[in-house]
Nanobody
């Protein structure tokens, strides 16, 4: 059974930092891309960042570029999102996700939710002003 479990969310003041982690289990994820999405109350699911299986292709939403850094440790089957200079508009539930099989193995960005097959349960990030 495939599982993605996020952790590291919480309450932080504007300008602060948080590091999210996503532990993958049930199958090796070292050969597929992974990504982070977020959803604020009343808003649609939004792409945040993606990283290819080797880390050779990384993409960010314009709203987080320069503040967030996505990384992965394939030996630990873990995905990370370092979030710095947080703003109140970053408040959302953050989800990690991964595509399945061959379609996740390309060296490119994966920005659309429908490119992903597995999703975590989400972790809440709240940034106070």
């Amino acid at each position: 059974q495939v599982q993605l479990v996020e952790s590291g969310g919480g309450l932080v003041q504007a300008g602060g930092s948080l590091r999210l982690s996503c532990a993958a289990s049930g199958r090796p994820f070292s050969s597929v891309a992974m990504g982070w999405f977020r959803q604020a109350p009343g808003k649609e699911l939004e792409f945040v960042a993606s990283i290819s299986w080797s880390g050779g292709s990384i993409g960010y939403a314009d709203s987080v570029k320069g503040r967030f850094t996505i990384s992965r440790d394939n030996s630990k089957n873990t995905l990370y999102l370092q979030m710095n200079s947080l703003k109140p508009e970053d408040t959302a539930v953050y989800y990690c996700a991964a595509p399945d099989g061959v379609r996740g193995g390309y060296q490119r960005e994966y920005r659309a939710p429908n490119e992903y097959d597995y999703w975590g349960q989400g972790t809440q990030v709240t940034v106070s002003s």
